[in-house]
Protein backbone atom coordinates (compact mmCIF):
# COMPACT_ATOMS: atom_id res chain seq x y z
CA UNK A 1 0.00 0.00 0.00
CA UNK A 2 1.37 3.83 -0.97
CA UNK A 3 1.52 5.98 2.17
CA UNK A 4 3.29 9.22 2.85
CA UNK A 5 4.75 10.84 5.77
CA UNK A 6 5.44 13.92 3.82
CA UNK A 7 1.77 14.80 2.66
CA UNK A 8 -1.70 13.57 2.11
CA UNK A 9 -2.01 11.35 -0.74
CA UNK A 10 -4.61 12.07 -3.25
CA UNK A 11 -7.21 10.08 -4.99
CA UNK A 12 -10.88 10.16 -5.87
CA UNK A 13 -13.46 7.24 -5.70
CA UNK A 14 -16.40 6.76 -8.22
CA UNK A 15 -16.45 6.25 -12.25
CA UNK A 16 -14.48 8.81 -14.62
CA UNK A 17 -15.92 9.97 -18.17
CA UNK A 18 -16.00 7.07 -20.49
CA UNK A 19 -14.99 7.18 -23.65
CA UNK A 20 -18.06 7.42 -25.70
CA UNK A 21 -17.43 4.33 -28.33
CA UNK A 22 -16.68 2.25 -25.05
CA UNK A 23 -20.02 4.06 -24.01
CA UNK A 24 -21.82 2.37 -27.43
CA UNK A 25 -20.59 -0.93 -26.19
CA UNK A 26 -21.85 -0.69 -22.53
CA UNK A 27 -25.42 -0.05 -24.04
CA UNK A 28 -25.26 -2.48 -26.59
CA UNK A 29 -24.59 -5.34 -23.96
CA UNK A 30 -26.68 -3.46 -21.19
CA UNK A 31 -29.79 -3.64 -23.27
CA UNK A 32 -28.79 -6.90 -24.89
CA UNK A 33 -28.03 -6.38 -28.30
CA UNK A 34 -25.66 -7.76 -30.42
CA UNK A 35 -22.19 -6.78 -29.83
CA UNK A 36 -18.60 -8.29 -30.54
CA UNK A 37 -17.54 -9.18 -26.61
CA UNK A 38 -13.49 -9.58 -27.78
CA UNK A 39 -13.93 -5.47 -28.76
CA UNK A 40 -15.63 -4.89 -25.38
CA UNK A 41 -13.31 -6.53 -23.23
CA UNK A 42 -10.15 -4.67 -25.36
CA UNK A 43 -11.85 -1.43 -25.49
CA UNK A 44 -12.12 -1.53 -21.88
CA UNK A 45 -8.31 -2.57 -21.01
CA UNK A 46 -7.42 0.35 -23.05
CA UNK A 47 -10.40 2.77 -21.45
CA UNK A 48 -8.36 1.45 -18.07
CA UNK A 49 -4.92 2.26 -19.23
CA UNK A 50 -5.60 5.91 -20.31
CA UNK A 51 -7.64 6.57 -17.73
CA UNK A 52 -5.05 5.39 -15.69
CA UNK A 53 -2.37 7.42 -17.70
CA UNK A 54 -4.52 10.54 -17.38
CA UNK A 55 -4.99 9.92 -13.19
CA UNK A 56 -0.27 9.32 -13.10
CA UNK A 57 -0.13 12.67 -14.94
CA UNK A 58 -2.74 15.22 -13.22
CA UNK A 59 -0.94 13.64 -10.19
CA UNK A 60 -3.24 10.98 -8.53
CA UNK A 61 -1.02 9.46 -6.39
CA UNK A 62 -3.74 6.33 -5.58
CA UNK A 63 -5.10 5.75 -8.92
CA UNK A 64 -8.47 3.42 -10.02
CA UNK A 65 -9.67 1.94 -13.15
CA UNK A 66 -12.31 4.35 -13.24
CA UNK A 67 -14.67 2.05 -12.83
CA UNK A 68 -14.54 2.17 -16.83
CA UNK A 69 -15.91 -1.31 -17.55
CA UNK A 70 -18.78 -1.03 -15.22
CA UNK A 71 -22.13 0.03 -16.87
CA UNK A 72 -23.24 1.74 -13.78
CA UNK A 73 -24.02 0.56 -9.73
CA UNK A 74 -27.38 -1.18 -10.11
CA UNK A 75 -25.87 -2.74 -13.11
CA UNK A 76 -23.31 -4.18 -11.23
CA UNK A 77 -24.85 -5.43 -8.75
CA UNK A 78 -27.34 -7.28 -11.03
CA UNK A 79 -24.84 -8.22 -12.54
CA UNK A 80 -23.58 -10.14 -9.37
CA UNK A 81 -25.70 -10.69 -7.28
CA UNK A 82 -29.50 -12.30 -7.16
CA UNK A 83 -32.85 -11.12 -5.85
CA UNK A 84 -32.75 -7.58 -7.77
CA UNK A 85 -34.74 -6.45 -10.55
CA UNK A 86 -35.53 -3.03 -11.68
CA UNK A 87 -38.81 -0.65 -11.13
CA UNK A 88 -40.43 2.29 -12.00
CA UNK A 89 -40.23 4.69 -9.85
CA UNK A 90 -43.78 5.95 -7.88
CA UNK A 91 -44.88 9.12 -9.03
CA UNK A 92 -44.17 11.48 -6.23
CA UNK A 93 -42.02 9.06 -4.35
CA UNK A 94 -39.21 11.59 -3.87
CA UNK A 95 -41.27 13.93 -2.62
CA UNK A 96 -42.67 11.50 0.20
CA UNK A 97 -39.57 10.52 0.99
CA UNK A 98 -38.27 14.12 1.55
CA UNK A 99 -41.56 15.26 3.95
CA UNK A 100 -40.97 11.80 5.62
CA UNK A 101 -37.72 12.89 6.25
CA UNK A 102 -38.08 16.07 7.39
CA UNK A 103 -40.56 15.35 9.48
CA UNK A 104 -38.25 12.65 11.27
CA UNK A 105 -35.32 15.86 10.85
CA UNK A 106 -38.12 18.26 12.67
CA UNK A 107 -39.19 15.22 15.47
CA UNK A 108 -35.00 14.53 16.25
CA UNK A 109 -34.48 18.59 16.63
CA UNK A 110 -37.61 18.97 18.90
CA UNK A 111 -36.11 16.00 21.13
CA UNK A 112 -32.86 17.37 21.27
CA UNK A 113 -33.94 21.25 22.51
CA UNK A 114 -35.65 19.21 25.29
CA UNK A 115 -39.42 20.92 24.07
Known amino acids: MKHSTDRILTTHCGSLARPKDLLDLMKAKVTG ?17 E ?3 QQVDN ?7 GEQGKPGFFAYV ?5 GFEAKAPQPGGWK ?3 NELAAKNAKFAKKRRGA
Open 33 to 49: ERYDEGAYASRVRTAVS
Open 78 to 82: RERLA
Open 51 to 53: VVR
Open 59 to 65: GIDVVTD
Open 96 to 98: QWA
